[in-house]
C-alpha cells in the first residue's frame, strides 16, 4: 500500500508539470493562455495514453518477459496511432483557429509534421520510461537490502538456537549426575542454570549487551562449573580497564569460556586451568582465554560436538565484519584464543 501511494504521487506530479509546460510554457511567448490550456487538456491526454500503452503494456507484458519482436512491432504500431491522434487534433482543430494556411500549404500526412508530433509525443515517453525504470531499480536495491537483512538475522537466530541448547545440554547432565549422587549443591547448581536461562530467553533477545552483563553470566558459567570440578580447576578471570560502558552482541563469549571447559579442562588427565584476561585499549576490547589441554588430546573444538567456536566465528562475520580478529593457537599442552572488536562509536555492533 505504501509502494503504491508513492507511485501515486510520483504520477501525479509528472502530468501535473507536463501539463503546465505544455499550457504556461507555450502560453507565456503570445499570452494566449486560454488557447494553450485548451491544447494541454487534449495533447496532455494522449502523451498520457501513450506512455501509459507502452510502459504498462508493452514493456511489462512483453519487454520484461522476453517477447521483445511482438514488442517491437506492437510498439511502432502504437506510435503511428497516438501520432496521427495527436496530428489529427492539431490538423482539424489547431490550424482552422489559429494557422489557416497550414491546411492549404500541407497535408495531414505531411511527413515532417508527422515525425514532429512523433517526437514530442515520445519524448515525454521515453522521460517517463526513464523514470519508471530508475524507480524500479530502487525498489530492486531495497528489496535485496532487505532480504539480506532478514537473511542475517535468520542466522543470527539460528546460531543462538544452536548455542542455547549446547549450554543447556552439559549443565543438565551435571546437575543429573549430581541429583543421583543426592549431592547438597545442586540446588546451587539449579539456581546457577535458573540465571543463565534468564540470560538466554530475556537479555539474548537483545542487538547488544553491556560486557559487564556477559561477564556476569559467564561468571555463573564459571561457578557451575566449579561445582562440577572442584579442585581439580583452577580458574581465573581477569578485568584490566572499566568495561561496563562496552556493548557486546550477547552469547557471544559464553560460548568460548564454555569451549574450554569441554573440549580442554574435561579431557585433561590432572588438575587443569582456564585464565580469561579481559582488557581494552585504544578502542579494541581484548579477550584471551587460555585453558590447560591433554598432549595426546586433539585440541579444542576438535569432537564432533564442538560447535562453539564455530559458533561464534559465524556470528563475528555477520554482526562486526571487518572490525574484528579471532585467532587460535594450539600449544602443546594448552589452547589460547584470542577476539578483539573494534568499537564503533554509533554502534558496536552492526544493525541487523
Not at 482543430?93 to 512523433?118: H, V
Not at 535458573?194 to 556476569?216: F, P, W
Not at 563475528?316 to 599442552?333: A, G, H, M, P, V
Request: net charge positive; proline share 3%.
Amino acid at each position: 500500500m505504501q509502494r503504491y501511494k508513492r507511485n501515486t504521487g510520483f504520477i501525479f506530479l509528472f502530468w501535473a508539470f507536463y501539463f503546465l509546460y505544455e499550457w504556461l510554457g507555450n502560453a507565456a511567448v503570445g499570452s494566449e493562455y486560454k488557447r494553450y490550456a485548451i491544447n494541454a487538456a487534449v495533447i496532455v491526454p494522449i502523451t498520457f495514453c501513450a506512455t501509459w500503452f507502452t510502459v504498462h503494456v508493452l514493456i511489462e507484458r512483453f519487454f520484461l518477459k522476453g517477447k521483445r519482436t511482438t514488442f517491437w512491432i506492437l510498439f511502432a504500431a502504437s506510435a503511428i496511432v497516438f501520432t496521427l491522434i495527436r496530428r489529427a487534433f492539431n490538423y482539424y482543430y489547431t490550424y482552422p483557429l489559429y494557422y489557416p494556411e497550414g491546411q492549404q500549404t500541407m497535408s495531414f500526412l505531411f511527413p515532417p509534421k508527422l515525425i514532429i508530433e512523433a517526437v514530442n509525443t515520445y519524448l515525454i515517453v521515453a522521460l517517463y520510461v526513464m523514470f519508471y525504470f530508475l524507480r524500479a531499480w530502487y525498489e530492486q536495491q531495497r528489496t535485496t537490502q532487505q532480504l539480506q537483512k532478514d537473511k542475517a538475522e535468520a542466522q543470527l537466530e539460528l546460531l543462538k538456537s544452536q548455542v542455547q541448547p549446547h549450554f543447556i545440554f552439559n549443565t543438565l547432565n551435571n546437575i543429573y549426575s549430581y541429583a543421583q549422587q543426592n549431592n547438597q549443591q545442586t540446588s546451587e547448581l539449579i539456581y546457577r542454570l535458573s540465571a543463565l536461562l534468564s540470560y538466554m530467553l530475556y537479555d539474548s533477545r537483545q542487538t547488544t549487551i553491556s560486557l559487564g552483563k556477559e561477564l556476569e553470566y559467564i561468571n555463573n558459567y564459571i561457578e557451575l562449573e566449579k561445582i562440577r570440578y572442584g579442585k581439580r580447576l583452577d580458574v581465573s578471570l581477569n578485568v584490566f580497564d572499566p568495561v561496563d560502558h562496552f556493548k557486546i552482541a550477547p552469547l557471544l563469549l559464553l560460548p568460548l569460556i564454555e569451549n574450554s571447559f569441554k573440549h580442554g579442562v574435561s579431557n585433561n588427565i590432572r588438575d587443569g586451568w582456564i585464565r580469561m584476561d579481559i582488557a581494552l585499549k585504544d578502542g579494541w576490547l581484548s579477550v584471551k582465554i587460555e585453558n590447560s589441554c591433554d598432549e595426546r588430546s586433539n585440541g579444542n573444538g576438535s569432537s564432533k560436538n564442538g560447535i562453539g567456536l564455530e559458533n561464534v566465528k559465524k556470528r563475528l562475520d555477520i554482526l562486526y565484519q571487518d572490525n574484528y580478529e579471532f585467532k587460535c593457537i594450539r600449544e602443546n599442552d594448552s589452547f589460547l584464543t584470542i577476539l578483539k572488536i573494534k568499537k564503533d562509536e554509533n554502534s558496536t555492533v552492526h544493525d541487523h
